[in-house]
């Protein structure tokens, strides 16, 4: 039976099929690991150590990074929404735009790419490390679930501490804007503050809070999964590593758009 | 007593076990023999449930592997593995001591660190060990370390997968002897899986050549040089002719 042609129209149609079932198939199985987590999570034995250990790694250890990430484009946004402002003469809407830009936008979502580079790759390369020297096979064998031992722990922690990151980087990141609105660009101390806190809304910090649940959820959920599949020998962990951290950031931005609409479109 | 019986894995086109049929009794050393990538380690993970074989029958004790409560199935299991597989995070005592500080057979902190370092000695580590981390041991010690952690819930059936891998020919020796020495000390049944026939003499009770997927001899250790079977003694005397494919 002869072959059509690689770039007959029947071809690049069974090419594409093919690409969708591949990614409909991903997206199950991730979902599939995603709830499994969940599962685990709720169910005795719980490991409390692991979780701490997992707080500790996820949430406290990423406190430096995040506040210099936030505290940077706190003061990078001030400085731009003067420039722009003064286009139209709005420079006085500075302490209101840094607010509203650090809590809806950019302190979920820069804390969550932060942590997506730092917490994703790390749990990646510690899991699949972990496969690749055959101790998760140790862990089967000692009587212990991998998924609860290894993965609920650091995904419950990403799920707890992530919010408080960023409840701290949108604070970081407005007292940024703070200091180079008062020291730089004359603002009045007491003037900022007030059209900061008057201007922010519930529903704002509410925002900021929910997409860091999701967005820690996302990081750990991606690292743990291609940790656990991670191919054999150092290219596997490399692999593993890398994809985790593509897929985190990618989800991270998607998750940002639905929940931005969520909360703001409705 | 251990039974494997035509048992076949593939992974995709590549059929590693295709009929495996062994028995291991109870008490005894069964030592499986053949060349990288006949299938030994997955013989061995089959068993223990960590893979899943496509067909054939697994039985411990008359009872099928796969069926029962799989936390009191592996508590009756220990196994050292190739590399040691020592859990990098924890130092040496907790190693020793996981199945003890959790699960069904957790005991108080202090008496599984008793028992971690009473283990250490065990296998000729000393207690000094203990708080190191698994990183700080040269590869001999890393096994010894593996072995304890091993024998540590002192269970009835006992894996060695590839126990001399990368040591030099004394600390094999050792090794070697520390095996034998635990499992007729513990009355284990016990199964190993080498290429070095230096630990088949030392630890089998029984041995068995693994090729192209099923066992083509077993028998007891005493009468392994005189089999007569053309892929075992191809395997003994490192010969590059014979059934066994040289490149494969």
Sequence with gaps: ?266 | MIRLENVHKAFGDNKVLQGMTLEIPKGSSMVIIGGSGTGKSVALKSILGLIKPDSGEILVDGKPADSGDRDAFLARFGMLFQGAALFDSLPVWQNVAFRLLRGSLKRPVEEAREIAIEKLRRVGLKADVADRLPAELSGGMQKRVGLARAIAAEPEIIFFDEPTTGLDPIMSGVINDLIREIVVEMGATAMTITHDMTSVRAIADNVAMLHAGVIQWTGPVAEMDQSGDPYMEQFIHGRAEGPIEAVR
């Design chain 1, 1 to 266: 039976m002869s072959h059509p042609s690689p770039l007959s129209p029947l071809a690049l149609l069974a090419r594409l099929g093919q690409m969708v079932l591949g990614a409909l198939g991903a997206v199950g199985r991730v979902a599939i690991f995603g709830l499994s987590t969940f599962s685990h999570m709720v169910r005795p034995p719980y490991y409390p150590r692991e979780v701490l250990n997992a707080l500790l790694q996820v949430g406290w250890l990423s406190l430096p990074v995040v506040g210099l990430t936030a505290i940077f484009t706190g003061g990078a946004l001030a400085l731009q929404i003067y420039a722009g402002g003064a286009r139209f003469n709005a420079e006085a809407v500075v302490p209101q735009i840094v607010a509203i830009g650090m809590v809806r936008e950019l302190g979920p979502v820069l804390v969550g790419l932060m942590i997506a580079a730092r917490v994703t790759s790390s749990i990646a390369a510690e899991i699949a490390t972990m496969k690749v020297t055959e101790q998760i096979d140790a862990l089967v064998t000692l009587s212990t679930h991998p998924m609860k031992y290894l993965v609920a722990p650091r995904v419950l922690a990403a799920l707890l501490t992530v919010p408080v990151l960023v409840g701290v980087g949108d604070i970081i990141g407005i007292m940024g804007g703070y200091v180079v609105a008062t020291q730089n660009l004359g603002f009045n101390p007491a003037a900022y503050l007030k059209n900061t806190v008057d201007f922010l809304e519930a529903r704002d910090i509410i925002s900021s809070l929910v997409k860091g649940a999701a967005f820690g959820t996302i990081a750990a959920t991606m690292g743990c999964y291609y940790g656990m599949q991670s191919g054999r020998g150092a290219q596997g962990v490399g692999r593993a590593t890398k994809g985790s951290v593509e897929a985190a950031a990618v989800l991270i931005l998607a998750a940002n758009f639905v929940l931005t609409g969520v909360f703001f479109s409705l």
